[in-house]
C-alpha cells in the first residue's frame, strides 16, 4: 500500500513537472521523449555520415582524381565510420530501448530518468566535437578532421593533425552516453518489470537489449581506456603505441577489436530481439523456440569478448593464435544459425501477410545470412590474407550492418510507428521505400565483393581502369540507396501528420502488454502497472 502511495505521488510530481514547448525537450525525464530525441538525433547521423560516403562514391565513379584529394578522401572515409558506427547506429538502439522497454516490460518510465536525460544530451556536444575540425578544415582553419581511418591505427593516429584530439574526446563522450544508457536499460529491465514477469517470461525485445546493456559497460571503458593511451602517446611523451620509444602498435589493435569486434553484436542483438516480434505478428504464430533464441542471445553475447583477433591474421600473430581465433570465430556461427532456424521455423506454414515491417524483417534475414557466409570465408586463417584488406571485407562487414542497423531497426520502427503516432503507415509508401533500399544496397555491395576478389584494396582514392565498370555500379547503387532514406522521411511525417487512425492492437497478430494501451500510447502508459499471468 505504501509502496503504491509512494508511485502515486511520484507520478502526480511527475505529471505536475511536465514542460511544454522546446523547454519540455530539454528538461524531458519522459522516456518515450528521450526515445524520440534519440531516434531523430541517429538519423541525423545517418544522412550526415551518409553523405560524406557519397562523396566518396562520387569520387570513385571513374579512376583519377576527379573531386578531391586523397587527405580529404581520408577524413570522409574515417568520419564515415566513426559517425555510423557511434553517431547512428548506438543511438538509434538506445532510442529504440527507450521508447519500447517500459511499454513491452509494463513498467512506469525508465528506472533512471535524470540520468536518462543526461546520457542523450551528452550527444550532441559530441557529435558537435567530432565533425568540427571537418569543417573548419574546409574553410583553411587547422588540418581537418580525423583521418587514420575508424579503427584509428597506431603509429597513424600518433602522427595525425589535430581533428585526431577531437575525435578522442568525441569517443569519451559518446561512451559515456552509452554507459550510461547501459546502466539503465540493466536497472529498468531487472527491477522494474511487471508483477508476474519472471526473467524467463520477458519478451525476446528486453532480452538482446540485456545483453547489448551488458556488453556495453564490458567493452567501453577498454576503448576509453585506449584512446586515452594514444592521447598520452601524442602530447605527453609515452610510448604505449610508438615502436622507436619500445612500444607496440599492435596492442592499440588488441584493444580496439576487444570493443569493435563485440561492437557488431551491440548493434546486432536488440535486433534480434525485435524481429522474432514481427515475424510472429505477420505469420499469426506463437515465437518457435523462446528458450533456444535467449540462450543463443546469451552464447553470442560471452562469445563475442573472446574472437576479436580475427581482424588481425595479418599482424603477425603466432599460428596457435591465429588457430584459437580461427575456431572461436567459426563457434560463434553455432548460435547464430539457431536464430536463423527458429526465425524461419516462425513463419513456416503460417498465416503469411508481407506489409512493410515482415518485409524489412525478411530482408534482414537474408541479407544478413549473407554477410554471415561471408564471414566465414574471413574467418579463414588460411584465406583471410587475401580478401583482409581488400573491397571484399567492406562488402562483408556492411552485409553484416546494415541489415542490422537500419532494415532491422526499419522493421522495429515500422511495426511499432502506429503505436507511436496514433496512425496507420501508408503501405505503398512503405513498400517503395523496402524495394528501392534493397535495390540500392545490392547494387553497391554485390560489385564490391567482385572488385575485392579481383585484388582492390580499400581506402584508396583511386584505382586502375580494370575496375571501372564495378565501380561504376557501386556508386549509382549508392546514391539509389540514399534517395530510399529520403522516402522514410516522407513516410514517417505523413504517418505523424495524418492517415487512417491506429486501433490499439493495430496489427491482427501482433501480442505484448505495449498493444493493451491506446494508439498513440499515452504520455504515461501505465497509470496502473499490468500484471502477467
Same mark, same amino acid.
Given at each position: ?17 511536465? !514542460? ?37 562514391? #562520387? ?33 538509434? !538502439? ?19 530518468? *535524470? ?23 574546409? !574553410? ?13 591505427? !597506431? ?24 554507459? @550510461? ?8 529491465? @531487472? ?35 585506449? /584512446? ?9 611523451? +609515452? ?44 505469420? *499469426? ?17 560471452? @562469445?563475442?569478448? /573472446? /574472437? ?53 524483417? /525478411? ?29 571484399? @571485407? ?9 541489415? +542490422? ?15 507511436? +503516432? ?14 528501392? #533500399? ?25 584505382? %586502375? ?56 500510447? %499515452? ?7 499490468? +500484471?502477467?499471468?
Amino acid at each position: 500500500m505504501a509502496h503504491d502511495l509512494a508511485h502515486d505521488a511520484h507520478a502526480g510530481g511527475h505529471d505536475s513537472h511536465h !514542460a511544454y514547448g522546446w523547454m519540455r525537450w530539454i528538461e524531458t525525464t519522459n522516456h518515450k521523449d528521450i526515445g524520440i530525441m534519440y531516434l531523430i538525433f541517429a538519423f541525423v547521423m545517418l544522412l550526415t555520415g551518409g553523405s560524406m560516403i557519397l562523396a566518396v562514391r #562520387a569520387e570513385l565513379f571513374q579512376p583519377g582524381l576527379q573531386l578531391m584529394q586523397p587527405e580529404f578522401f581520408n577524413q570522409l572515409i574515417t568520419l564515415h565510420g566513426l559517425i555510423m558506427v557511434f553517431g547512428f547506429a548506438m543511438p538509434a !538502439a538506445t532510442g529504440l530501448a527507450n521508447y519500447m522497454l517500459p511499454m513491452v516490460l509494463g513498467a512506469p518510465d525508465m528506472a533512471l530518468p *535524470r540520468l536518462n536525460n543526461w546520457g542523450f544530451w551528452i550527444l550532441p556536444p559530441a557529435a558537435l566535437m567530432l565533425t568540427l575540425p571537418f569543417f573548419l578544415g574546409m !574553410a583553411g582553419i587547422g588540418s581537418g578532421a580525423v583521418d587514420a581511418g575508424w579503427t584509428m591505427y !597506431a603509429p597513424l593516429s600518433i602522427q595525425s593533425g589535430w581533428g585526431m584530439d577531437f575525435a578522442i574526446f568525441a569517443v569519451h563522450m559518446l561512451g559515456v552516453s552509452s554507459i @550510461l544508457g547501459a546502466i539503465n536499460v540493466i536497472v529498468t529491465i @531487472l527491477n522494474m518489470r511487471a508483477p508476474g514477469m519472471t526473467i524467463m517470461k520477458m519478451p525476446l525485445f528486453a532480452h538482446g537489449f540485456l545483453m547489448t546493456a551488458i556488453l556495453l559497460i564490458v567493452i567501453m571503458p577498454v576503448l576509453a581506456g585506449g /584512446v586515452t593511451m594514444v592521447l598520452m602517446d601524442r602530447h605527453f611523451g +609515452t610510448n604505449f603505441f610508438n615502436a622507436a620509444g619500445g612500444g607496440d602498435p599492435v596492442l592499440w589493435q588488441h584493444i580496439f577489436w576487444f570493443m569493435g569486434h563485440p561492437e557488431v553484436y551491440v548493434l546486432l542483438l536488440p535486433i534480434t530481439g525485435a524481429i522474432p516480434h514481427v515475424l510472429s505478428a505477420f505469420s *499469426r504464430k506463437p515465437t518457435y523456440g523462446y528458450k533456444a533464441q535467449v540462450y543463443s542471445m546469451w552464447s553470442i553475447a560471452a @562469445l563475442s569478448v /573472446v /574472437v576479436w583477433a580475427h581482424h588481425m591474421f595479418t599482424s603477425g600473430m603466432s599460428t596457435g593464435a591465429q588457430l584459437y581465433f580461427m575456431y572461436s570465430t567459426m563457434l560463434i556461427s553455432l548460435p547464430l544459425a539457431v536464430l536463423f532456424f527458429c526465425w524461419i521455423a516462425t513463419i513456416w506454414r503460417g498465416s503469411l501477410s508481407f506489409e512493410t515491417p515482415m518485409l524489412f524483417a /525478411v530482408g534482414f534475414i537474408i541479407l544478413f545470412g549473407w554477410g554471415g557466409l561471408t564471414g566465414l570465408v574471413l574467418a579463414d586463417a588460411a584465406a583471410d590474407p587475401q580478401y583482409h584488406n581488400a573491397y571484399f @571485407l567492406v562488402a562483408h562487414f556492411h552485409y553484416a550492418l546494415y541489415p +542490422t542497423t537500419v532494415m532491422g531497426a526499419m522493421a522495429a520502427i515500422y511495426y511499432w510507428l502506429p503505436k507511436w +503516432t496514433g496512425h496507420m503507415l501508408n503501405e505503398r509508401m512503405g513498400r517503395l521505400h523496402f524495394w528501392v #533500399a534493397v535495390v540500392g544496397f545490392n547494387l553497391t555491395f554485390i560489385p564490391q565483393f567482385m572488385v575485392g576478389l579481383a585484388g582492390m584494396p580499400r581506402r584508396i582514392p583511386d584505382y %586502375p581502369l580494370m575496375f571501372t565498370e564495378w565501380n561504376m555500379m557501386s556508386s549509382v547503387g549508392a546514391f539509389v540507396l540514399g534517395v530510399s532514406h529520403l522516402i522514410f522521411i516522407y513516410n514517417v511525417v505523413q504517418c505523424i501528420r495524418g492517415g487512417q487512425k491506429a486501433e490499439a492492437k493495430s496489427w491482427d497478430g501482433a501480442t505484448g502488454l505495449e498493444w493493451t494501451v491506446p494508439s498513440p500510447a %499515452p504520455y504515461h502508459t501505465f497509470d496502473v502497472q499490468p +500484471t502477467v499471468k
